[in-house]
């Protein structure tokens, strides 16, 4: 089953939000709402895979918030639950334009 299956499978039965998820969706610059997170799960893309991560595997994906605003959210499909890791508003500094892909260094 690919990444973005097992992420929307997993969203299905439970979103569950961390704490460090929490502090970066309300912090006043970016201020991302719950329905942005979701609208990022159920129409958005996996821009970057993360198998081997050692809390598990995870992936980035890129949606479009209010006024299609690019937003960025770190998930985790578990067999219960999909953990929202971190969401935020990507860097035009960090990303190529549409921000689906890092600038090079």
């Known amino acids: 089953m690919d990444t973005l299956t097992r992420v929307r499978e997993s969203a299905s039965k439970r979103v569950l939000f961390l704490p460090h998820a929490i502090r970066q969706m309300v912090h006043p610059v970016r201020m991302i709402a719950?329905?942005?997170v979701l609208d990022t799960i159920h129409s958005g893309e996996v821009i970057e895979d993360y198998p081997d991560d050692p809390r598990g595997h995870s992936c980035l994906m890129r949606g479009a918030g209010w006024?299609?605003?690019p937003i960025h959210v770190v998930c985790a499909p578990k067999g219960d639950y999909l953990a929202i890791i971190t969401a935020y508003l990507p860097s035009p500094s960090e990303w190529e334009p549409g921000c689906r892909t890092?600038?090079?260094t």
């Open 102 to 104: 890092r600038r090079s």
């Open 67 to 69: 006024s299609e605003r």
């Open 34 to 36: 719950t329905a942005e």
